[in-house]
């Protein structure tokens, strides 16, 4: 068991995930009822420069202003610091239209 977890250990070494600063994600999720956008960006973006995927007419938005952010192009996860000294949340966007820069 303790020789099976030392392997593990060896692939994730050899695999590490990156991630890389990004200025702001896009979050578009349609459904029947209208469907929501989420938006995290930095602190300076203006909401008016983010670029969302379509969405209908009756889509709800959401604006989340973060200290840092980091998107994983391979895996589809994000990372976000509400306050730099804070560690990082994660969060998928794999259930989402995203996009990001």
């Given amino acids: 068991m303790i020789l099976s977890c030392a392997v593990e250990e060896e692939n994730d070494a ?3 995930v990156t991630f890389k600063p ?3 994600i896009t979050l578009t999720n349609e459904n029947t009822g209208g469907g929501s956008q989420i938006a995290y960006h930095l602190s300076g973006i203006s909401e008016e420069s983010l670029i969302f995927c379509f969405c209908q007419e009756e889509c709800t938005r959401e604006f ?6 980091e998107f994983n192009e391979e895996t589809t996860d994000f990372r976000y610091k509400m306050d730099l ?3 990082f949340q994660t969060a998928s966007s ?3 239209c995203t996009r990001y820069q």
């Fill in 14 to 16: 050899s695999n590490p």
């Fill in 22 to 24: 990004v200025q702001f």
């Fill in 64 to 69: 989340v202003t973060v200290a840092a952010l």
């Fill in 85 to 87: 000294d804070e560690d």
């Fill in 94 to 96: 794999r259930d989402w």
